[in-house]
Nanobody
Framework: EVQLVESGGGLVQPGGSLRLSCAASGFTFGNYDMSWVRQAPGKGPEWVSSINSGGGRTYYADSVKGRFTISRDNAKNTLYLQMTSLKPEDTAVYYC??????????WGQGTQVTVSS
């Protein structure tokens, strides 16, 4: 069974940091490009960041560039998102996504991040 399980969300004050994790199982994690996508209340999904299958290439939305860092550990089948200098507008449910050109996409169930004083 394919699973993507996000964790690490929570309530944090503006300026704080959080580290999200996405544990993958049931597919060959190292073959997949991975992304983080978020959805704020009442808004559509917003792409946040991506990393290629080998981990050597990373991409960021302008809104998070310089504050967020995506990484992966293929030996542990885990994707990460280190978030620093958090702002209230970062409040959203964060989802991890697995994409492979020769297979289906997979999504996790999401983890809530709330930035508020």
């Amino acid at each position: 069974e394919v699973q993507l399980v996000e964790s690490g969300g929570g309530l944090v004050q503006p300026g704080g940091s959080l580290r999200l994790s996405c544990a993958a199982s049931g597919f060959t994690f190292g073959n997949y490009d991975m992304s983080w996508v978020r959805q704020a209340p009442g808004k559509g999904p917003e792409w946040v960041s991506s990393i290629n299958s080998g981990g050597g290439r990373t991409y960021y939305a302008d809104s998070v560039k310089g504050r967020f860092t995506i990484s992966r550990d293929n030996a542990k089948n885990t994707l990460y998102l280190q978030m620093t200098s958090l702002k209230p507008e970062d409040t959203a449910v964060y989802y991890c996504n697995a994409k492979y050109a020769f297979g289906p996409n997979y999504w996790g169930q999401g983890t809530q991040v709330t930035v508020s004083s």
